[in-house]
């Protein structure tokens, strides 16, 4: 019970910093009432992502890397209850200012589901707070541009800077980090419950790469370079064949890093620096 007091106290905080902010922010005047607690919303998210990695290093450093088979510390569950607090606040402002749509609500609610999994396991603290780094590294850069757009900034240097630095960052945690995570985690001690709901959040980044991706194709549609043909050609043929996408999805990122390690017994596959185990 005492691993859900840093859910009510990231909770009650995030919703104290809203109404602070909801007093020394003001959304431009152009925007509509719904847009404007959006807007407020998107600097809180952005506090909570800065707060979130700085924990979640903090006790990665102080506990000498990453560690599969340790079992879950008080820091660890206390890093990812900040986290299900943040989620369990923002869930009920969206639901009270209506800034919801259906695919958003879905997405909250099995992070919800997905982080008290996490909370109660007795495995998976270590890895969990890789993926909480994973995951919000980029939200920062991604809640920016929102900022930046709804100031009708889009054409400014930051603008282009903040957008460029978000999909590098997105893409290369996903499907690089993230893959290498997902398949040490299979490798490890740490429940089936824990790793099938590790292998989830992973399979929807994976696609939202191809989101990502695809954007950036439409954006550079016009350059004739062979880089941008090639990945014009990709995400053409993932949009013609999405049934066999979502296909590679699950075999990428559950059955494939289940039969490697359950079948092959393949063991950990860890970038090290010393004794220092970085993933």
């Given at each position: 019970?005492?691993?859900?007091i840093?859910?009510?106290?990231?909770?009650?905080?995030?919703?104290?910093?809203?109404?602070?902010?909801?007093?020394?922010?003001?959304?431009?005047?152009?925007?509509?009432?719904?847009?404007?607690?959006?807007?407020?919303?998107?600097?809180?998210?952005?506090?909570?992502?800065?707060?979130?990695?700085?924990?979640?290093?903090?006790?990665?450093?102080?506990?000498?890397?990453?560690?599969?088979n340790?079992v879950?510390?008080?820091?660890?569950?206390?890093?990812?209850?900040?986290?299900?607090g943040?989620?369990?606040?923002?869930m009920?402002y969206?639901?009270?200012?209506?800034?919801?749509?259906?695919?958003?609500r879905?997405?909250h609610?099995?992070?919800?589901?997905?982080?008290?999994?996490?909370?109660?396991?007795?495995?998976?603290?270590?890895?969990?707070?890789?993926?909480?780094?994973?995951t919000?590294?980029?939200?920062?850069?991604?809640?920016?541009?929102?900022?930046?757009?709804?100031?009708?900034?889009?054409?400014?240097?930051?603008?282009?800077?903040?957008?460029?630095?978000?999909?590098?960052?997105?893409?290369?945690?996903?499907?690089?980090?993230?893959?290498?995570?997902?398949?040490?985690a299979?490798?490890?001690?740490?429940?089936?419950?824990?790793?099938?709901?590790?292998?989830?959040?992973?399979?929807?980044?994976?696609?939202?790469?191809?989101?990502?991706?695809?954007?950036?194709?439409?954006?550079?549609?016009?350059?004739?370079?062979?880089?941008?043909?090639?990945?014009?050609?990709?995400?053409?043929?993932?949009?013609?064949?999405?049934?066999?996408?979502?296909?590679?999805?699950?075999?990428?990122?559950?059955?494939?890093?289940?039969?490697?390690?359950?079948?092959?017994?393949?063991?950990?596959?860890?970038?090290?620096?010393?004794?220092?185990?970085?993933?």
């Amino acid at each position: 019970m005492d691993r859900y007091i840093p859910v009510a106290a990231g909770a009650v905080f995030y919703s104290c910093l809203s109404a602070v902010l909801s007093f020394l922010i003001k959304p431009p005047e152009y925007l509509p009432q719904k847009e404007k607690r959006d807007f407020i919303g998107q600097h809180v998210s952005i506090v909570h992502s800065l707060n979130a990695i700085l924990f979640s290093f903090a006790i990665y450093f102080y506990d000498g890397g990453l560690h599969y088979n340790d079992v879950t510390t008080i820091t660890q569950a206390i890093a990812l209850g900040h986290t299900v607090g943040y989620m369990v606040y923002d869930m009920l402002y969206s639901e009270i200012f209506s800034l919801f749509d259906w695919p958003m609500r879905i997405h909250h609610l099995a992070v919800l589901i997905g982080g008290n999994i996490l909370m109660a396991a007795t495995y998976g603290g270590s890895p969990s707070l890789i993926c909480i780094i994973i995951t919000e590294m980029s939200n920062p850069f991604n809640l920016s541009r929102s900022i930046l757009k709804a100031r009708h900034m889009e054409e400014t240097k930051i603008y282009k800077v903040v957008e460029l630095a978000f999909a590098l960052i997105f893409l290369v945690n996903r499907c690089l980090f993230g893959s290498l995570v997902i398949y040490n985690a299979w490798a490890s001690n740490i429940g089936f419950l824990v790793k099938t709901t590790m292998s989830i959040v992973h399979g929807v980044g994976i696609f939202w790469s191809y989101v990502i991706l695809s954007m950036i194709s439409k954006k550079f549609r016009n350059n004739k370079g062979l880089a941008v043909k090639i990945l014009s050609t990709i995400t053409m043929v993932i949009k013609r064949n999405r049934p066999a996408f979502v296909l590679f999805i699950m075999m990428f990122s559950f059955i494939m890093p289940y039969f490697m390690t359950s079948i092959l017994k393949t063991g950990f596959v860890n970038i090290r620096y010393g004794n220092f185990i970085i993933i």
